[in-house]
């Protein structure tokens, strides 16, 4: 009997005696794998790309590159992936997109050179976006809803310890070299377990059916939303290696002018990429606003804290993971307490304050490096890193269940793959544009100059991030748990 069958019954929900209600644990154990890999393999690669460089050679811009190839094809597909997901089913879905990340685990591992890595980075992504969603997806419908709330409990801490464990575990690996792998280790760490991930995922996940009526997705809208983000990104990363001549701001236009096409081409089509109602609800645009905002930011600055370390301060990489552990604990904490008391009793008013306590951190690493420069080390940065990182954790936890409180039922799947795909564009833009500003003030600046300059940009993204966060609903969706 599969999930569907069940809820023909007319329980509408999984029932004991369902094979998959009884495989419920295991589903989300499998969904967990996924998603730890997908941070896991994230936070490394940020720590491993000093190593990148100096072994593959490259610019400046192919750090940066190493990270948004990632993020950019992760966000194209995450719009995208869900509903195609209806239509040729969401298993098949997530094991394809869980074989994929495993084999391109495989082939950043081998990489050769750059240009290979990047290309499998961009491979990483977007079998990553074909994965996460549907997983979301099938814990929903091996939960019946009395027992959702409590399934979505593991997620906070899982990723809150693997955001911990990461920068430690790539310093590790990176620093003890196993077998000569160096920095390829800590992509070929994704393969076993992605196939034990895939073994579980087929003996476990759900068999639901799927009507191939219900939905459609339009080739041409993802096509021109595909086009405008590449022509964006591009010139944002390239551009102050090249000295910004003038095919930068060319592409910049084109890319405003194909989404301006995009924007037309949904309110013309039957089955537009984006729902267009989303757009009636003040919350949701502030929303956008908020994320856009909140995590330009905080990819940026964990970015540029990174490279000052590595960079600016000679550390290792496993010396770099030490250091980046007071941010990791303290988004752990912060996702916790704000996850499992504030959010649900202060509501958009957490949000306000997570916004303000980043700020505050951002400021605090602002004066602790203008006080000792180079001279600052992991014991001085410690307190400001650890103040940044609760604030993000106090963020990240309430975030998207405040944001789709007033959507619709019809509304909040689309609602959630937007926002979810905003937020690594928001990523992508914060490694691009403010890397882009990091290195350019080296020259002129030393990296501890470069990284006050981030942490002073990071303050007014903070800022905006807060104005926005008055707009949205004053509490979380009931029986959230995207």
Same mark, same amino acid.
């Given at each position: 009997?599969?999930?569907? %069958? ?8 999984? @029932? ?14 499998? $969904?967990?794998?996924? %998603?730890?890999?997908?941070? &896991? ?19 400046? *811009? ?53 240009? !290979? ?21 099938? &814990? ?39 077998? /000569? ?38 080739? &041409? ?7 405008? *983000? ?12 090249? /000295? ?6 060319? +592409? ?6 194909? !989404? ?12 537009? @990429?984006?729902?267009?109602?989303? !757009? ?20 940026? @600055? ?21 250091? +980046?552990?007071? +941010?990791? $604990? ?41 006080? %000792? ?10 307190? *400001? ?26 509304? $909040?799947?689309? /609602? ?20 882009? @500003? ?19 940009? *990071? ?20 029986? /959230?748990?995207?």
């Amino acid at each position: 009997m599969t999930a569907s %069958d069940s809820r023909s019954k007319g329980a509408g929900v999984p @029932v004991a005696d369902d094979p998959a209600y009884r495989r419920r644990w295991l589903v989300l154990t499998v $969904v967990l794998v996924a %998603d730890v890999m997908d941070l &896991v393999d994230s936070t490394i690669a940020n720590l491993a790309g000093p190593s990148i460089r100096a072994d593959l050679g490259g610019g400046q *811009s192919s750090l940066q590159w190493v990270l948004a190839a990632y993020t950019l094809a992760f966000s194209i597909g995450l719009i995208t992936s869900g509903r195609i997901g209806d239509i040729v089913g969401r298993r098949r879905m997530f094991l394809a997109g869980m074989a994929g990340f495993t084999l391109a685990s495989v082939a950043c591992g081998l990489a050769p050179g750059i240009t !290979f890595l990047v290309l499998a980075r961009v491979a990483q992504g977007l079998c990553g976006a074909v994965m996460i969603p549907q997983g979301f997806a099938m &814990v929903k419908v091996s939960f019946p809803p009395s027992e959702i709330q409590k399934a979505f409990i593991p997620f906070g801490p899982a990723l809150g310890l693997s955001s911990v464990i990461a920068p430690v575990l790539g310093g590790v690996l990176i620093t003890a070299d196993v077998g /000569g792998t160096g920095w390829r280790s800590v992509f070929l760490i994704n393969v076993p377990v992605g196939v034990l991930g895939l073994l579980l995922g087929r003996h476990c996940l759900p068999q639901a059916r799927e009507t191939v009526s219900a939905v459609r997705v339009d080739p &041409v809208g993802i096509l021109l939303l595909t086009v405008a *983000s590449a022509l964006a990104i591009y010139p944002l990363v390239q551009g102050r290696e090249a /000295g910004w001549p003038a095919w930068t701001f060319g +592409m910049l236009a084109a890319a405003a002018l194909v !989404f301006v096409l995009f924007v037309v081409r949904e309110r013309a089509s039957s089955h537009p @990429v984006v729902e267009s109602s989303l !757009f009636g609800h003040r919350g949701f645009r502030g929303g956008l606003l908020v994320i856009a905002a909140f995590f330009t930011a905080v990819s940026g @600055v964990m970015l540029t804290v990174n490279l000052f370390f590595q960079l600016g301060l000679g550390y290792r990489p496993f010396d770099a993971g030490i250091a +980046m552990i007071p +941010m990791a $604990v303290g988004i752990s904490v912060g996702a916790g307490v704000s996850g499992g008391y504030l959010g649900p009793r202060f509501g958009r008013r957490v949000l306000l304050l997570g916004t303000a306590v980043s700020a505050a951190g951002s400021l605090w690493l602002w004066a602790t490096i203008d006080a %000792d420069g180079l001279r600052a080390g992991t014991a001085a940065l410690a307190p *400001s890193l650890a103040c940044l990182g609760t604030g993000m954790g106090l963020v990240f936890a309430p975030l998207f269940d405040i944001i789709i409180a007033d959507l619709g039922e019809h509304e $909040v799947g689309t /609602g959630s793959g937007v926002l979810n795909a905003v937020q690594q564009y928001a990523a992508t833009v914060g490694v691009a544009v403010l890397g882009t @500003v990091f290195f350019g003030a080296v020259p002129a600046h030393g990296f501890d100059g470069a990284t006050k300059t981030v942490a002073l940009l *990071s303050i007014g993204a903070f800022a905006a991030a807060a104005l926005g966060v008055t707009t949205l609903p004053r509490h979380a969706r009931a029986g /959230g748990g995207h």
